[in-house]
């Protein structure tokens, strides 16, 4: 029987080893705010002309300055800069830099660094996109990012405290680009000094510095005393590849704030969490969407889009399906982007109708054959798109074969039906997320003939000259805006894109953290000093 | 004895060959022996429940296993759902018929692979040692390393759509359970080799090969019942993981496709509304333990069965 | 035993260089594109072929593998595509202490648990403490650790719920974080090696030496714990094989469900982000990590029983 014993004192010993770890005490909370990063194992880099998801810019944005940031209510303000002036013509900006602005390091922020930023977020040696992306408007941009000079002409250092920057046309939604990650301010001394090492240990220009890095794990970020709103609260963002690994540690005391990526809380713990004074919840500037190949049939018959589009029953899809926690949407814009409060007649749900519309089209279920909808495995989308299927089955009797592909490959497959559209996909689930509050990143950006992102290849000539002559015009922000709803009205009669919702971000904050908005762009901190702790 | 090492006398020899001689049982002993093992016996009627259940039983329960009701999603078990529904509102008792058929299909057939290549391979290297040993073993270990994920997402999107094409979601499945299969044969391969070698030095083989067996023959008579056990038993444990397997493949997009269901991928459906609906966790993965342990009892009945020297 | 592992070392480059060229194949055919990965889903034509420029991309498959090959020749493992300009080197070095750590915790936990439990069933075959004791190990074995982990977090969380002692249910640094991972990782393999125990130990015990020591009258116990287990020493030794590949496969799902930086996490998220030099390196280490342990295996079985003879 000595196998019987050992095994016992095996087995209590286990327990033992489990309960002595089990009471270890969980570290005491200090005046340290936990901030869960969703998605991400870690950052890719401390470059803010590296960082390229909403992760990376959530690290920026706390570690860097700009010359301007984005308020609690999403307006532009003064950062680094303290003033700014614009010249008549609206094509040149000439910014003040506060005085005594320095880097974590108390060494002085100056024109120049600004200047080389700029610069340095174009180069392609940098490898990043943001800057040719962000940054194009800035005369003499694309110069530097195809490399043909390394000097970039519309960026001048007047004097130490003076930046100004010329652009190539007027733009209402200028300043809004330069509060992005590929405008901030970076050490140039110290990155010419140190060309590969300093992206990992930076001088920063923002509210925080480095402390510690854990490669996988988390990153501690001290308040910079240089800052001129410093902050008294340290932060740890902390990687958690999976949302919900991520708010089973929020539950069990582990963080202060969950869900503040694209993400949000798993959906079918928000009935749970909304009950809690930690909840908090907000519309994205998002749309969820069916896009369709335009190119190739049936897809390019616009009756064919439409019976589509009024086979759908959102309502049931985001109230029955989805908890009522995505608002559906009948429309491109996403509420809250400006020109989304002037009205848009959206295809809602009619079965009837969409029959019509398949006849008018002169096809039938069985003329058409099943049709392939892909999408990208992840998230709550297979859910979705089975859903879709459903609708499109017992409304139009259209056998649909939904194809999941791993995210990487769904990706890869988009960009050949932009390329090949021939070749390209029938018809797939995606999304888009504003990169900053302004319509042009929603209808111009998307749908417009021929840019990048209109893998469906939707094209009308009366929206690309309304979305023309709006993308250029700056003052008249009503006409603008108008001009925008026209467009919006077109592409959404049309089909261009099939909306569907506008997801919500559901988060947990810590009610004892005091000092954070939230809005549709996520978490804002609009006076890093006021940012507190309590009990 | 073990520590004798001197040959083995010719009269050891002929007692531990006929010791050893193990035929083939015939059939009516095969079948009485059957009889007088009672979990060998409750397996196999437990195995041929789930296999039938799986084959007939989509085919006469009457509800769908891909339509969705929005009206009632994620329902307790009910007289209208005797299992419940799942998170689209569709019954669980027909998804989880549906799921078993599936999901069967596949352990069997990435089984098969397994053990064709595994076993085989693992016994002529284990026997013959030498250069196919050496290349065995490497390829063995080589594949094991392999990033079988990278595998199976390269097959899907080389041979997925022309497969699918021809065969249906259920062909592409069993075609990216197959490159997966491709990279776990060398554990079973592993397992038999060093059962191998352990065997070709006992002494019923070295006499039988003194005695002038030829090798086939030896590998035929000795070796193969003795790896038979571990066989068994490697690849009932193995079905678990196929099954499982065949749910994280379907989280990237690899697996079954949807609507239908696999009883893999009825767990991870499930999964996160845990908390919400337990039921719709419990009901497949009960399904997958069934089977497993099903299917173990009944190797090992059927390993009792087939040799009476083991059942002691 | 030094010609052995004189053998084995002569065939490590090319076990290395077909490793990294069959993944680099492989890599250079899935479908995904690590430039578009790096995008973000954005299409912007110009940024694309500058960084499929700047990362060698867009050079013929040759001259990339040559690239690679000679820069591992140096000891250079590249740079990572993610991790843009970072040194795979450094991204992995941690990963290798992090899973070895943490697969040697639950390795020690399975054998501790499983192999007892296997030889406790083996000696009594077919009793009712066999059945129990079997069956408790194939339900772990066959529940999926998904599904574990979540059970177990909610337990935690009932814990947390009523003021008393909880564990954090993910990350890594702190000795706490251990427990849960090491009981999900190990509570698989255990099935595993348990089983696999008592086969073997069954199988030790119908060989004829015991039954010869039985026919001469020795005592039941004693011949099973003498000559028995001595016997069963080297089947036992082939299990720490497969249950090492078994924590090495489950460290991919264990380590991602909890977010540990360990080389299974690593190499999923390089999968999923098509980063290739850190793909390689993470196979390369993964081929190297088995066939040291091979290695050890086959040592021990020489150590054991003298007879048998490892080819190399």
Do not use: C
Not at chain 1, 6 to 24: D, F, K, M
Not at chain 1, 193 to 211: I, M
Request: no cysteine.
């Amino acid at each position: 029987m000595k196998t019987k014993r050992t095994l016992r004192l095996i087995l209590l010993s286990v327990v033992l080893l489990v309960l002595s770890a089990a009471l270890t005490p969980v570290s005491a909370q200090d005046a340290t705010l936990r901030w869960s990063l969703e998605g991400v194992n870690d950052l890719v880099s401390l470059d803010p002309a590296k960082a390229s998801d909403s992760q990376g810019f959530t690290a920026i944005g706390l570690l860097y300055g700009g010359l301007v940031r984005l308020d609690g209510d999403l307006h532009v303000i003064p950062d680094v800069a303290e003033s700014w002036t614009t010249s008549e013509d609206g094509l040149t900006y000439i910014f003040t830099l506060r005085e005594g602005a320095a880097f974590s390091d108390g060494s002085p922020i100056t024109a120049a660094d600004v200047v080389w930023s700029l610069t340095h977020a174009l180069d392609p040696n940098t490898g990043g996109w943001t800057g040719p992306f962000y940054l194009s408007n800035i005369a003499g941009a694309s110069a530097v990012a195809d490399g043909s000079a390394s000097e970039l002409s519309g960026a001048v250092a007047v004097d130490e405290r003076t930046v100004q920057l010329t652009i190539n046309q007027p733009s209402a939604y200028f300043l809004s680009q330069l509060t992005f990650g590929s405008a901030k301010i970076i050490s140039k001394t110290q990155a010419e000094a140190d060309s590969t090492g300093w992206e990992l240990a930076p001088l920063t220009s923002g509210a925080y510095q480095v402390q510690e890095w854990n490669r996988g794990q988390n990153i501690v970020l001290a308040p910079n005393t240089y800052y001129w709103q410093a902050p008294s609260v340290s932060i740890t963002l902390s990687f958690n590849p999976d949302s919900e690994t991520a708010y089973q540690l929020y539950r069990t005391g582990e963080l202060d704030i969950v869900g503040s990526q694209q993400n949000g809380i798993p959906p079918v713990h928000v009935a749970e969490a909304s009950a809690l004074p930690d909840f908090q919840s907000t519309s994205l500037f998002a749309v969820r969407y069916v896009g369709f190949n335009n190119t190739i049939p049936p897809f390019n018959d616009v009756n064919v889009r439409r019976a589509f589009a009024l086979a759908v029953d959102k309502a049931t899809l985001a109230n029955d399906v989805l908890q009522g926690t995505v608002v559906a949407s009948d429309r491109i814009l996403p509420l809250g982007i400006p020109a989304s409060e002037l009205p848009v007649e959206g295809l809602s749900y009619d079965p009837e109708a969409a029959r019509a519309a398949l006849a008018e089209a002169g096809v039938t279920p069985e003329s058409i054959g099943p049709v392939t909808l892909t999408y990208g495995v992840e998230g709550d989308n297979e859910r979705i798109v089975t859903v879709l299927q459903s609708f499109w089955q017992e409304n139009l009797g259209i056998t649909v074969t939904l194809e999941p592909l791993e995210l990487t490959t769904f990706s890869a497959r988009l960009n050949e039906t932009f390329e090949n559209p021939e070749a390209g996909l029938q018809a797939y689930y995606s999304i888009w997320g504003a990169d900053y509050p302004d319509p042009q990143n929603f209808i111009s950006q998307q749908l417009r003939t021929g840019v990048g992102n209109n893998n469906g290849h939707y094209s009308n000539a009366d929206f690309d000259a309304l979305v023309d002559q709006a993308d250029v015009l700056v003052g008249d922000v009503e006409t603008r805006l108008g001009l925008y709803n026209q467009a919006e009205q077109i592409a959404v009669s049309e089909v261009g894109w099939l909306p569907l919702y506008n997801p919500r971000l559901n988060i947990l904050v810590n009610p004892n953290v005091q000092g954070i908005v939230f809005n549709g762009q996520g978490l804002i901190i609009p006076d890093f000093s006021a940012l507190a702790i309590g009990s | 004895m073990r520590d004798s090492g001197q040959p083995a006398t010719e009269a050891q020899t002929i007692r531990l060959e006929a010791g050893r001689a193990v035929p083939a049982p015939k059939a009516f002993n095969f079948w009485s022996r059957l009889r007088s093992n009672p979990l060998a016996l409750i397996s196999l009627g437990m195995f041929v429940g789930i296999v039938v259940l799986a084959v007939f039983g989509p085919a006469v329960y009457p509800m769908s296993a891909t339509r969705p009701d929005y009206a009632s999603i994620n329902a307790f078990p009910s007289a209208d759902h005797f299992l419940g529904t799942d998170n689209l509102g569709r019954d669980t008792l027909a998804r989880l018929l549906q799921g078993m058929r599936v999901s069967l299909i596949v352990a069997v057939y990435v089984e098969t692979l397994n053990i064709f290549l595994g076993a085989l391979l693992g016994l002529l290297a284990g026997f013959y040692g030498g250069l196919l040993d050496v290349l065995v073993t490497r390829l063995a270990d080589m594949l094991f390393a392999f990033p079988g994920l990278l595998l199976a997402i390269l097959v899907a999107a080389a041979f997925g759509p022309s497969v699918t094409e021809r065969f249906g979601g259920i062909g592409r499945l069993l075609l990216v359970a197959g490159s997966l299969s491709l990279v776990s044969w060398p554990l079973m391969a592993r397992l038999v080799r060093s059962r191998v070698l352990v065997l070709r030095e006992q002494e019923f083989v070295t006499a039988s090969r003194s005695l002038g067996g030829n090798r086939p023959w030896i590998m035929i008579q000795h070796l193969l019942p003795n790896i038979l056990g571990m066989v068994l038993v490697a690849s009932t444990l193995d079905i678990a993981s196929v099954v499982i397997n065949e749910a994280v493949l379907s989280l990237l997009g690899l697996g079954i496709q949807p609507p239908d269901p696999s009883i893999g991928k009825m767990i991870t459906e499930a999964m996160p509304f845990l908390e919400a609906n337990g039921w719709q966790v419990f009901f497949p993965s009960a399904a997958l333990m069934a089977i497993v342990l099903t299917v173990s009892f009944l190797g090992d009945g059927l390993r009792d069965v087939a040799d009476p020297s083991a059942s002691t | 035993m030094l010609k052995l592992i004189a053998k084995r070392l002569v065939s490590l480059p090319f076990v290395v260089i077909s490793i990294t060229f069959i993944t680099f194949i492989v890599g250079y055919m899935a479908p995904g594109d690590p430039i578009l990965a790096m995008l973000g889903g954005r299409t912007d034509p110009a940024a694309y072929e500058r960084l499929k420029h700047s990362y060698g991309l867009d050079q013929p498959w040759q001259d990339q593998y040559l690239d690679y090959l000679s820069g591992l020749l140096r000891g250079d493992l590249g740079l990572s595509f993610r991790f843009q300009g970072r040194p795979v080197a450094d991204i992995i070095a941690s990963g290798i202490s992090v899973s070895t750590a943490l697969g040697l915790a639950a390795l020690a936990g399975s054998l501790v648990i499983g192999i007892p439990v296997g030889l406790w069933a083996g000696v009594h075959p077919n009793s009712k403490r066999d059945r129990v004791g079997m069956a408790l190990m194939l339900m772990l074995y066959s529940i999926p650790s998904f599904v574990l982990i979540g059970l177990l977090r909610w337990f935690n969380y009932q814990f947390y719920l009523r003021g008393l002692p909880s564990l954090p249910v993910a990350g890594w640094g702190r000795p706490e974080h251990w427990i849960m991972p090491v009981i999900v990782l190990a509570s698989a393999s255990m099935g595993y090696i348990a089983r696999l125990t008592r086969v073997s130990m069954l199988e030790v015990q119908r060989q004829d030496y015991i039954r010869t020591a039985h026919a001469k009258g020795l005592y039941n116990r004693r011949v099973l714990w003498t000559h028995a287990l001595r016997n069963a020493a080297l089947p036992i030794l082939t299990v720490i094989g497969p249950s090492i590949a078994f924590v090495v496969t489950g460290a991919f799902v264990v380590e991602n469900l909890f977010s540990i930086p360990g080389i299974g996490f690593l190499s999923v998220q390089a999968i999923q982000q098509r980063d290739y030099p850190v793909i390689q390196s993470t196979t390369v280490i993964l081929a190297l990590s088995v066939l040291l342990m091979n290695l050890i295996t086959d040592m021990l079985y020489m150590a054991v029983d003298p007879r048998v003879r490892v080819e190399g």
